[in-house]
């Protein structure tokens, strides 16, 4: 049986560290509450990474796992697949797909969903919306 995704959570970037261990760089929180802002609509981001975690299945396994990210429009913007994600029985499973680099297609609700061999394991959404003009002026000076 394939385990259950139940979270994600939203960064700029990841680093491998010893023991197992990631570094988490540019957290932005755990969807579905993330608001990202941006100087530029009309630039991709550098990089965008989505990591989500399993619960724990009842039994060891592999399967192919896939992201597919709607536009606020509803046309699919990305489609990613990691073929083979292995999990152990018991075990909460963690895999990430960094984007580089992220388009953009406008402010508004951006949709997530991951699916396990096909079939929609977890969906939620995260924004993008432009910054204040004073703190992007602020930035970019």
């Not at 680093?15 to 509450?33: D, H, N, Y």
């Not at 989500?52 to 697949?81: C, F, K, M």
């Not at 152990?88 to 953009?104: C, E, Q």
Request: charged content about 20%; proline content about 8%.
């Amino acid at each position: 049986m394939s385990p259950r995704l139940v979270a994600c959570l939203l960064c700029e970037g990841l680093r491998p560290e010893a023991v197992g261990k990631t570094t988490i760089l540019g957290f932005f929180g755990v969807l579905p509450q993330v608001t990202i802002q941006v100087v530029r609509l009309d630039q991709p981001l550098p990089q965008l990474s989505f990591v989500v975690q399993s619960d724990e299945p009842e039994a060891a396994g592999e399967a192919n796992l896939r992201i597919v990210i709607y536009s606020p429009d509803g046309t699919e913007l990305i489609s990613l697949e990691y073929p083979k994600v292995q999990w152990r029985h018991g075990k909460k499973m963690l895999v990430a797909f960094n984007i580089v680099p992220f388009p953009i297609s406008g402010a508004g609700r951006y949709t997530v969903h991951f699916e396990i061999d096909g079939v929609r394991s977890y969906e939620s959404a995260f924004s993008i919306e432009a910054m204040p003009a004073e703190l992007a002026s602020a930035l970019t000076s």
